[in-house]
């Protein structure tokens, strides 16, 4: 399993884009990269998948440069039920899922 | 949407009880998982269940553990005598295999336990 770096928490106000950036190094060819949203007293929700350039919907986008060693997920205009951990996971279907410590997103009003 | 559901959402046991989670999931799906999470700290793989079998398991997932599928749409965690160290939220998770989407998996609202 490729081991993931992300910002440990993230401020940010309504009504702007927050980009939250997850380091991938050691991606394998067959990995794909999965963004997970966490409320609290939640299950994690899956949010975006990709494998590579960029893929968008209907409530996020994810960046994928050519070299897939990072990946950006991007928010837009969020607000303040925005507020959760955002986890990046690498991995392909044969493995299991294992979760990081994800970025704590804060939205301000 | 379809979604995994899970019961109970709340259990208080007495240490030493035994205890059993339940979890529907998603019907079309065939890898089932369960996960737990201590209050503040991240999600923790347990178990990996397909094909009626356990595929992975984590070293958390001691002889304490089971996990069964006893009728074809219920998928059950079993914890023998419980500790303190127990209390945490757990959470089914399933998956529908698929070779174009990677390991995207789908988790329900959880079960929070508590141990006393």
């Known amino acids: 399993l490729a081991k993931t770096t992300q910002p440990i928490s993230m401020d940010s106000y309504e009504g702007q884009e927050v980009n939250i950036t997850c380091s991938h190094n050691n991606i394998a060819t067959n990995d794909y990269i999965t963004w997970y949203q966490q409320f609290p007293s939640q299950g994690p929700r899956f949010i975006i998948q990709?494998?590579?350039t960029k893929v968008t919907n209907e409530v996020a986008s994810l960046f994928i440069p050519a070299d897939r060693k990072s990946s950006t997920l991007s928010l837009p205009r969020v607000s303040l039920s925005d507020t959760a951990v955002y986890y990046c996971?690498?991995?392909?279907?044969?493995?299991?899922?294992?979760f990081g410590k994800g970025t704590r997103l804060h939205i301000l009003p | 949407e379809p979604e995994v559901t899970q019961t109970p959402s709340h259990q208080v046991t007495q240490m030493g009880q035994e205890v059993i989670l339940r979890c529907v999931p998603i019907s079309n799906h065939l890898y089932f998982y369960w996960y737990r999470q201590i209050l503040g700290q991240k999600v923790e793989f347990l178990v990996s269940f397909y094909n009626n079998e356990i595929s992975e398991k984590s070293e958390i997932f001691d002889d304490q553990f089971s996990v069964e599928r006893p009728d074809g749409s219920n998928f059950t965690l079993k914890i023998r005598s419980t500790k303190l160290e127990d209390s945490a939220m757990y959470f089914c998770?399933?998956?529908?295999?698929?070779?174009?989407?990677?390991?995207?998996?789908?988790f329900g609202e959880g079960s929070w336990l508590t141990v006393v």
């Open positions: 990709g494998y590579k």
């Open positions: 996971l690498v991995g392909d279907r044969d493995d299991k899922i294992i």
């Open positions: 998770a399933s998956s529908e295999v698929s070779v174009d989407s990677g390991n995207t998996i789908y």
